[in-house]
């Protein structure tokens, strides 16, 4: 399926899948039955699937989805019948795959929750504060939650518990503290004091996380 226009408000995930070349007319059977149940659910836009990459033993796809609302999206990452064909397909073809959100889908997000346009590298910064520590605060403690998973199982679910804890509760916590740096109402002065409070944070996030794993 072809991408369509941009639908101002949309939010989009994407998806890498490696692919052995053994496993090309089941990988293309899988996608067939899941694009299929995914152009059922609501908010859906459209999907757009293309090889990246060529590998001696394998070929990596990207997959973009698109829908109305993060919300949307976030229902059918969690759909139970996709979850069902995933698992079925990782163990026994062991496809790999990991997944992420577009920045910009986070920025008009955002934008709809202040006065003015934000602009993408505030928003950037605003998502890597909140995702950096989320990400690396659930991974220990999905696998020892899930000893048993996959990485690819694992990775679906952290990604999906990280995007919903961004979107719906840090980013909107956080862009609070920092609405008038945001919203560009700061002084020269202020501005760079937010940009260094920020800088901070980060070098206290990693040094911390650095320091509890030894390194």
Same mark, same amino acid.
């Given at each position: 399926?072809?991408?369509?226009?941009?639908?101002?408000?949309?939010?989009e995930y994407h998806f890498e899948q490696r692919v052995d070349r053994r496993h090309l007319d089941r990988f293309h059977h899988f996608c067939a039955r899941l694009d299929q149940l995914?152009?059922?659910?609501?908010?859906?836009?459209?999907?757009?699937?293309?090889?990246?990459?060529?590998?001696?033993?394998?070929?990596?796809?990207?997959?973009?989805?698109?829908?109305?609302?993060?919300?949307?999206?976030?229902?059918?990452?969690?759909?139970?019948?996709?979850?069902?064909?995933?698992?079925?397909?990782?163990?026994?073809?062991?496809?790999?795959?990991?997944?992420?959100?577009?920045?910009m889908g986070y920025g008009r997000w955002l934008s709809q929750r202040i006065r003015r346009a934000v602009p993408t590298w505030k928003v950037n910064l605003m998502v890597l504060l @909140?995702?950096?520590?989320?990400?690396?605060?659930? /991974?220990? %403690?999905? !696998? =020892?939650? +899930?000893?048993?998973? &996959?990485? *690819?199982?694992?990775?679906?679910?952290?990604?999906?518990?990280?995007?919903?804890? @961004?979107?719906?509760?840090?980013?909107?916590?956080? /862009?609070? %503290?920092? !609405? =008038?740096? +945001?919203?560009?109402? &700061?002084? *020269?002065?202020?501005?760079?004091?937010?940009?260094?409070?920020?800088?901070?944070?980060?070098?206290?996030?990693?040094?911390?996380?650095? /320091?509890?794993?030894?390194?």
């Amino acid at each position: 399926m072809k991408p369509g226009r941009r639908e101002p408000g949309s939010f989009e995930y994407h998806f890498e899948q490696r692919v052995d070349r053994r496993h090309l007319d089941r990988f293309h059977h899988f996608c067939a039955r899941l694009d299929q149940l995914v152009q059922q659910q609501e908010g859906f836009i459209n999907l757009d699937r293309q090889a990246i990459q060529q590998q001696p033993d394998a070929i990596v796809f990207r997959t973009s989805l698109r829908f109305a609302t993060i919300q949307q999206c976030m229902n059918w990452l969690d759909h139970p019948k996709r979850r069902r064909l995933l698992l079925k397909e990782e163990e026994e073809a062991g496809f790999h795959f990991q997944g992420k959100a577009n920045w910009m889908g986070y920025g008009r997000w955002l934008s709809q929750r202040i006065r003015r346009a934000v602009p993408t590298w505030k928003v950037n910064l605003m998502v890597l504060l @909140t995702l950096y520590p989320s990400a690396m605060l659930l /991974s220990p %403690v999905l !696998r =020892r939650l +899930l000893p048993d998973a &996959s990485a *690819a199982t694992l990775m679906l679910v952290s990604n999906t518990l990280c995007v919903a804890a @961004t979107s719906w509760l840090l980013v909107p916590g956080i /862009s609070r %503290v920092y !609405r =008038r740096w +945001l919203e560009g109402d &700061s002084t *020269a002065l202020q501005s760079w004091a937010y940009l260094a409070s920020l800088a901070g944070l980060l070098t206290l996030l990693w040094w911390g996380f650095s /320091s509890v794993g030894g390194g």
